[in-house]
């Protein structure tokens, strides 16, 4: 019996160096791998300039219409980084320094390190939620629905298992996918067929070359495991028809 | 003489696959940084899924606020590649097949090939101009100033030249990095410092981790080489006075 829960979110990547295509933004797809697996639905990324009124106004517009938001970036010690201060603006809370994150900082420096600059760190909006870091001991933080995450992408990636319990996700979205050695406008017409026929179910369409060789994915997402068997087949059949070779799936 | 002329631009990258996490989005680089030789600020970046009503939203609303819109994805042959029908119902205009376009694909294809799927590629916005595809045949388009190009990375690469002349963009955006052997919260205050007495001129900080070593690359950015020139030397000034090493200039 599947539940019909659909729960979304936005990742909101604050940072002028993604916009000026200095940094390959990798973030994305690390959030968005580990959303699908607790059973969110990424519904849209925005990509957004260390600019104060951008951030308040965008976070406030995506907080009102996802069930999650996710930023990355702008909450390291330096004058670029403003996302705690512009979260504070957005929820109209102080932007004080927070003492529990003080706290870990101070443990976590050796004497003497723990400088101005670092200290910058700890200021957050009053009574957020911490987001403990297991690599570099700098918090990020939540508000509500609003998740504040590092943009280095490595820290990131070890602080998102720690919010597993805090984030209350859907059905785990399935998929399957089915690799052929052919080109799209072959199968165009079957597929959209296909699709026709199993219309609550989202079918994908992938061009890849791999080792000198064109081929197409076909990607079937659902939270019904039985819903993407049945596609599976009726795919699988028309592939038949047509002498394609699987590649993979 | 530097006019002051802004020239700034969205991006709408469409496609699940890279909501999903399954695919790694390279695009939003490679226009960016294409968009950046010619003098072109991208404002902000969207990934948004292939739904229909939220292609005409969003590019009806990035459109009016920005002097260029780039989208990436949905102009294949299959049933998933729904741009062009998306950007035909937000400008109002027809959904037709392009003779141009299908001029191009005729002879692009040996006889027998330009089958149904293909030919799908050739329904665009009523008297859209086409931006030729080197690669693969297939043309994108622009209505106004809205540009379409595919969402395979090296397709989209190679429609980007030919742009060119068809894309006015203001003063190039200069850039000038200076890397250093030492840690954001050693330089932060200082760098707030500099950034306070050069307002108009973008300072990005960079943590990096290169060769076992950790390091920060300092990112200024202009239309204008003086005030680059100028914030350099303030940088390296207290660069020197706190004998952090120089890796990179």
Known sequence: MIKNTKVNAAILIIGNEILSGRTQDTNTMSIALWLNSIGVKVNEVRVIPDIESTIINTVNHLRQINDYVFTTGGIGPTHDDITAQSISKAFKL???????????????YKVGEFNEGRQKMVWMPRNANLILNPTSGA???NVENVFCLPG?????KSMLGGLKNRIVGGNP??????????????????????????????????PFFQAGKLGVSI???????????????EILKFIEEKKIKVVDR
């Open 94 to 108: 102080e932007y004080e320094i927070h003492k529990e994150a003080f706290k870990i900082l101070e443990d976590y």
């Open 139 to 141: 918090p990020g933080f």
């Open 152 to 156: 280095v992408p490595s820290i990131l």
């Open 173 to 206: 979205i399935l998929s399957h996918t089915i690799s052929l050695r052919t080109v799209e406008s072959e199968i165009a017409k079957s597929l959209t067929d296909v699709q026709d026929n199993n219309k609550d179910l989202e079918i994908g369409s992938y």
């Open 219 to 233: 990607v079937l997402r659902s939270e019904d495991q039985s819903k993407i068997n049945k596609c599976s087949k």
